[in-house]
């Protein structure tokens, strides 16, 4: 097939691809060609350093990923009615990485099919309705998990799409800018303070009768700007629905997979022990694969239901090579050390930049998850997008990828692939104090953002 030029791509692009699927720096956008490691190739050969892409979990075309995937494909691929060792024996090692208790997998293609999934494991077994979810949470792209989506649900125009009846939303546990803040309330337990407002919702559902499906939440909050949960808040909420009968799922799709360098599963830095895990993204380092891993006894009531579970692809042999592959690169190279290494050198040179710029309100980071909240006046701590905006575009003219998000779209989102190193975070963060200091001392256009 001949290659088409850029202007050919985008064209094609705006007359053939729905119009609601973005792109980054849509009002110039890249034109990747190629991937290695942590670096990207446009059309014209350059270079770039991706701070973006978490799904290149063990860098981009690893070598030794590809070969698995070639290898297999070379020999057989098919669903999973058929006995193969792949499955079974990936589906061995991702529970041994958890509790002994959650010792059951399912498969799918993406993070939005496990979520789906985990849904429909929570309500068979509980055979409860209400769910519980955190406000700007995100879990996924169809129509049950916008549901529970507030991130995306709460940004619909034409009213078509609403928020159901037994969808109850959390207040998020922001304690930078949330109900409640830091600086409000020095040196009190937020974590008691946020869960206790979970407590109140659920006594509400049960004075009406109703009872707790679940509480669904990122063990980190990803696209609600890179959110840490204040210390005990996710032990208690956990308390509180299992109290009610609740099961408690951990989306780990954005941010497991040793993300957070000390774990491999976010939410194991909490000491809280899911019901259901959800995984994706990262698991397949960019090829499709997912999958959801609960207990004996959820999936006995899930099969006591009376309909199978079938996926067409999730368990097939290339995908579970696949993933396969990138749980032994992880631990040939030490990828979890890496991250916690290269993490806290992350963090200590945002925090460094946060002493000279008081454009930075806050660095919130764990390993190589990392947000920076750019602020008008640290006092007011009111956002200021134009100031993201703005430097996400330098950056990209220095070749650097790097994304905005939160509800003001004004924190600085870093997830790069785990391969990221000491050198690469010098190079970020020597693009970044200049971009600031341009802001900072007016010399920035802002207007145009």
């Known amino acids: 097939m001949a290659t088409l030029s850029k202007a050919q791509t985008l064209e094609l692009r705006k007359q053939h691809i729905g119009p609601s699927c973005s792109l980054f720096f849509n009002a110039d956008p890249l034109k990747i060609v190629r991937a290695s490691g942590q670096y990207m190739y446009d059309d014209e050969g350059h270079k770039y350093l991706d701070c973006i892409n978490n799904v290149g979990h063990v860098g981009h075309c690893h070598p030794k990923v590809v070969q698995a995937g070639s290898d297999q494909m070379h020999l057989l691929n098919t669903n999973s009615r058929f006995l193969h060792d792949n499955m079974v024996t990936l589906a061995k090692r991702l529970s041994a990485t958890m509790s002994p208790k959650l010792s059951v997998v399912y498969f799918a293609n993406s993070g939005s099919e496990a979520n789906d999934l985990a849904l429909r494991l929570a309500m068979h077994h509980t055979k409860k309705t209400e769910m519980l979810t955190m406000d700007r949470a995100y ?195 030490g990828l979890l050390q890496h991250a916690a290494d290269v993490g806290d050198y992350l963090r200590d040179q945002a925090l460094k930049l946060k002493e000279k710029h008081p454009l930075i309100g806050d660095v919130r980071s764990r390993g190589l998850f990392m947000g920076i909240d750019l602020v008008k006046d640290r006092a007011s701590r009111e956002p200021h997008t134009a100031a993201a905006s703005y430097t996400i575009t330098r950056l990209k003219e220095a070749r650097i990828l790097l994304s905005q998000d939160g509800p003001h779209n004004n924190v600085l989102k870093f997830k790069s692939p785990m391969t990221f190193s000491r050198e690469d975070v010098d190079l970020l963060v020597g693009q970044l104090d200049p971009i600031l200091s341009d802001i900072e001392s007016g010399q920035a256009d802002l207007v145009s953002q």
Request: net charge negative; aromatic share 8%.
């Open 139 to 333: 879990h996924g792209s169809v129509i049950s998990l916008i549901n529970v989506s507030p991130f995306k649900l709460d940004a619909m125009k034409d009213n078509v799409h609403k928020k159901p009846d037994y969808v109850h939303v959390v207040p998020c546990p922001d304690t930078y800018r949330g109900q409640y803040r830091d600086c409000d309330y020095p040196g009190e337990d937020l974590g008691a303070k946020y869960a206790s407002d979970v407590d109140a919702i659920i006594s509400g559902i049960q004075k009406n009768d109703k009872g707790v499906c679940c509480f669904i939440a990122e063990s980190m909050q990803s696209c609600g700007g890179q959110l840490i949960y204040p210390e005990g808040y996710l032990r208690r909420v956990y308390e509180s629905v299992h109290k009610a009968g609740g099961v408690c799922i951990a989306d780990e799709v954005q941010v497991g997979f040793g993300r957070v360098g000390t774990h491999m599963w976010s939410y194991q830095v909490d000491g809280v022990e899911p019901d259901i895990v959800s995984l994706g993204k990262a698991m397949g380092n960019g090829h499709p694969v997912a999958a959801v891993v609960t207990t004996p006894e959820i999936a006995a009531s899930f099969k006591a239901c009376g309909v199978e579970y079938f996926n067409t692809f999730g368990g097939n042999a290339v995908s579970c090579s696949i993933a396969l592959a990138v749980l032994d690169v992880m631990e040939e190279e």
